[in-house]
C-alpha cells in the first residue's frame, strides 16, 4: 500500500477508471473523483461516469467511490472548493487504512491535487451574482474588464475571473502569480493510460452511440430544465441542440464525436507537458497493467 496514494489519469475513453476500479480491489483503495464534470449529479451517461446506469450509492462492487454525482446542477464550484473537499475524502481514506486513488481527466484538479492553487480572496455574494449576470448577459463585455494576460473563454472562469475584480480591484492574475498552497497529494504516484489515438477515435466512436442508449437524452432535458451550461460538457451540448430543433440526430452524434476527440487531443498534450507520470501504459489496461502498478 502507498499512503500517498495514486493518481490516475488519461484521455477521455481510454479506460483509466476501469484500471482504477481494478487497483483498489488489489489494494484496499478509495476512489475518488478529479473530473469536474462526473462531479454533478443527473448527467452520468453524459459524464461517462462510473455511475452511468448504475445506482448512485457510495460505491461499487464493495470499492468506496467519492465525489462522483454530489453536486445538482444548480450548484458552481471552484477549483478551490473542489480541493477542499478531495483533502477531506483524502484524510477520510487514510484515516480508514484505505488507499487513496485519485482518477479523472480534468487537468487543472489534477495540477491543484499536485501543486495546490494560487491563495484567493473570499467572494460575496453580491459579487458573484453581479459576475455572473454580466457574463449571462455579455460575455465579450465582461472580458473586456479583465487583463489581456487573461485568456480564458469558458463563461465560469470569465465569471471566476471577474467577481474577484469586482469584490477587491485586483485582477484574477495577480492572485494566481502568488505563491501555491493547500496541495492534497504531491507525492502521489502518478499514472497515466494513453492509448495511441487510434484506439481512442475507436473507442469514442463506440461508446457515444451507448451513452444516447443509456439516458443521455433524458439527462440532456435535465440540463434544459435545470439551466445548466450545456457548454462545461461535450454531448451534453449536442444533445440540447438536438432537443431544440437546431440540428439532426446524426449531426449531433458526429459533432459529439468529433468534439470529444478533439478534447482527448488536448488532455494528451497536456499530460505530455504538464504531468509527469511515474508509469505510463500507452494501451487500454490490463490486470498485468494493474501488477506493474504495484510492482514499481
Known sequence: MTSNGYIITGPTASGKSDIAHRLAHRINGTIINCDSVQIYRGIENISASPFANHPITDEIDGVPYRLFSVLPLSDQISVAEYLDMARREYADAISAGRTPIFVGGTGYYINALINGISPMPDVSINSRARARELVAKDIIA?????????????????????????????????????????????????????????????????????????????????????????????????????????????????????????YAKRQRTWFRTQYNPDIIINRAGTDADVDEIIAD
Not at 485586483?170 to 507525492?187: C, D, K, S, W, Y
Open 142 to 262: 465582461a472580458r473586456s474588464m479583465l487583463p489581456d494576460d487573461f485568456t480564458a473563454t469558458d463563461p465560469q472562469r470569465v465569471a471566476r475571473a471577474l467577481e474577484v475584480f469586482f469584490e477587491t480591484g485586483r485582477h484574477l492574475t495577480e492572485f494566481q502569480n502568488m505563491p501555491r498552497i493547500g496541495a492534497v497529494a504531491p507525492n502521489a504516484k502518478r499514472i497515466l493510460i494513453c492509448p495511441d489515438s487510434g484506439l481512442l477515435r475507436e473507442r469514442i466512436a463506440a461508446r457515444i452511440p451507448q451513452m444516447l442508449t443509456g439516458g443521455a437524452m433524458d439527462e440532456a432535458h435535465l440540463v434544459i430544465k435545470s439551466g445548466w451550461d450545456e457548454t462545461r460538457a461535450i454531448g451534453a451540448s449536442q444533445l440540447c441542440r438536438f432537443i431544440r430543433g437546431e440540428i439532426s440526430e446524426t449531426e449531433c452524434i458526429e459533432n459529439w464525436i468529433t468534439k470529444t476527440n478533439q
